[in-house]
C-alpha cells in the first residue's frame, strides 16, 4: 500500500536554529498538505499545496515557516529561527484533488531546545 | 466547515462491537461525515466517510441518523490496536476545503 514518506521522524534542534522536513507524497496525488500538531491537540493545515502551487497558507505563520513544492511533487517545510513553541509533530499528507480522502505520513516529531 | 461534538473519552471492552458517537446538528446538506484515527505517536489513519447511507468497509462501519445531525461509527470487534484518539469531522469534499480537527474522543479498549 502507497504511504506518505516523512523525514526525518525525529529532530532535536536548539532555539534559533533553522530545521526543515521532507515529505514524498503517494505517487499521483496533486495536492499536498503540511499540519502540525501540539502534544494534546488535534492536527491544524499549516499550508496546502495544490501541485506546485499554494491554495492555503493563512494559518502559516510567515516570518518564520516556509514551505515549497518545486516541481509538484515532494515538498519541505522549513522553519528558521526556530522557537521553543514550535516543539510539535509535523505532518504531511496528500490526496488525489482537493476535496479526496487525504491520507497522512507517520510524522516528524521536533523538539526545539 | 461545521463543528462535531464528541466525548473527550470512553472505554472499550475488547471482543465487544464499539460505538463511537459524534454530534454535527449544523451540518449542510453537501458535506460529508468524515473519520479518521490516531494511535499514538503516528499519524492520523483514514477509516470512511460517507454523506447520508449507512457505509462499510474492512474497518468499520458508519452510521448516519436521517436527519444527519448525528452519526455513529461502529468498530464490530475491538481489539487493544483499537486503542487511538479517534476524530469525527464533516467536510465538503471538494474545493480546497481543508480537514479541520478537533480534539477527538480517546478511545481505551481494555482487555
Known amino acids: 500500500e502507497a504511504e506518505v514518506a516523512q523525514s526525518p521522524r525525529y529532530k532535536i534542534t536548539e532555539k534559533s536554529q533553522a530545521v526543515a522536513f521532507w515529505c514524498d507524497p503517494i505517487?499521483?496525488?496533486?495536492?499536498l498538505y503540511w499540519y502540525r500538531q501540539i502534544l494534546g491537540q488535534g492536527p491544524e493545515l499549516l499550508v496546502q499545496?495544490?501541485?506546485?502551487?499554494?491554495?492555503?497558507d493563512s494559518q502559516l505563520p510567515k516570518d518564520r515557516f516556509s514551505a515549497e513544492r518545486l516541481k509538484g511533487v515532494d515538498s519541505t517545510l522549513k522553519i528558521q529561527p526556530a522557537e521553543l513553541g514550535d516543539s510539535a509533530m509535523y505532518l504531511c499528507?496528500?490526496?488525489?484533488?482537493?476535496?479526496?480522502?487525504?491520507?497522512f505520513g507517520e510524522g516528524s516529531w521536533l523538539t526545539v531546545v | 466547515d461545521a463543528k462535531t461534538t464528541q466525548p473527550t473519552s470512553m472505554d472499550c471492552a475488547e471482543g465487544r462491537a464499539a460505538n463511537l458517537p459524534c454530534n454535527h446538528s449544523?451540518?449542510?446538506?453537501?458535506?460529508?461525515v468524515y473519520w479518521y484515527r490516531q494511535i499514538h505517536s503516528q499519524g492520523p489513519q483514514y477509516i470512511i466517510h460517507?454523506?447520508?447511507n449507512n457505509e462499510t468497509n474492512e474497518m468499520a462501519s458508519l452510521i448516519i441518523t436521517e436527519d444527519r445531525k448525528s452519526s455513529t461509527l461502529i468498530l464490530p470487534h475491538a481489539t487493544l490496536r483499537d486503542t487511538a484518539v479517534y476524530y469525527c469531522?464533516?467536510?465538503?469534499?471538494?474545493?480546497?476545503?481543508?480537514?479541520?480537527f478537533g480534539k477527538g474522543n480517546q478511545v481505551v479498549v481494555i482487555p
Open positions: 499545496f495544490q501541485d506546485e502551487s499554494v491554495v492555503d
Open positions: 469531522i464533516v467536510r465538503v469534499p471538494y474545493g480546497n476545503n481543508r480537514l479541520a
Open positions: 499528507a496528500s490526496s488525489p484533488e482537493t476535496g479526496n480522502t487525504i491520507y
Open positions: 460517507g454523506l447520508k
Open positions: 505517487s499521483g496525488h496533486a495536492t
Open positions: 449544523t451540518i449542510s446538506g453537501n458535506e460529508y
